[in-house]
């Protein structure tokens, strides 16, 4: 038997000239071993060149020996075992032969009220986007409104709605409510003052208002005056313009909660107002003109700092008060500077902001 130095020498003979090229060969695996099997084998050759010769084999063997094993028995690559795919979690959901009849019959209930209700949510979608798409045409189609170019029309259109003083509707209205014709001017002046400082921001304070509980209100946002009197249906709620336009009280032209800023409970001043002195116009003579040309009086109170008022305001309410021929007009206040000071009569109610010398004065 041919050991396997004899096969060894024998090849180093007969192919001394090509080993190289096996060598090479062996380690691109055309052997049908892979890397780690051919250095393997290699290795344990080695190992056994040591034990029978007692010496370490010289590359030049090593690289034929790798040719050596090119000859024995291929061994086929363990493939690794494939890991274990995860069961599929198993649906929950009873098939609907499985169920009971009663639980199959609620099933398909709710999946026919879900079809329904999809289908009124998509014709909904629809029904609004052919809106939308209607709306978008017609605007498209319409012809653009002209815009007025001169202000001084829009100014005059305005002023013939609320601002134009039609006398047989003055006359009437007085009448309706039990008033003379001086006191419902006198009224409508307290709202021309509003026009011509605040212009129509809210056209409903350019009139009177007919509360419906018996009061005839007029304001210009820093006076307000209220006359107790009867109000006939075709007035209620309304504010009622010179012109004799009346607008109703609905949103967004709403007439202020007067009664709430009055500090008025059941008639008499609320708790911590109190009497000051008697109203007369000898006791508002002009004391002063502030830096934006207003023009002042000042009240002395029974304690605490004086109050400024608007003297124009003054007057104007004094008119008033004397038109209905109030004698005993009295004045409230709680003693500050900030609070509005209250005037009463027997028929009628004012309320005056004070004014901030301090704010003004320079």
Known sequence: MTTFQEKTSDLLKEQKASYPKMVKSALKGKTGL???QV?????????????RYGATPRKRYLNVVKQVASTMPKTTKTAKPKATSKPKATSTVTPKKEMPEFLRKEQEAAERRIKARTKRILQRTEAAFANHKAEQAKKTTEPKPQLIRNEELGKAELK????TLNEAFVKQFAADLGLTT???KAMYKVAADYRKKEGYKLPILCGLYCDP???????????????????????????????GMQLENDYPNRYPNWKAIMPLTDGKPKAGYVRTGIFKISVFEEQGQLSNGIKYSTIKVASGNPIALDIDRLKTMDKVFGILKEKDVKIWTDNSRVVPVLFTGKNMTALIMPIL???YVK
């Open 34 to 36: 892979t890397r780690a």
């Open 39 to 51: 250095h393997k084998t290699i290795k344990g050759v080695a190992k056994d060149y040591r034990d």
């Open 160 to 163: 013939a709605k609320y601002g």
């Open 182 to 184: 001086a006191t419902i």
């Open 213 to 243: 509980k018996g009061y005839l209100v007029a304001t210009d946002a820093h006076m307000l005056i209220s006359i107790k009197c009867k109000i006939p249906a075709k007035y209620k709620r309304k504010a009622c313009m010179k012109s």
């Open 357 to 359: 010398l301090n704010d």
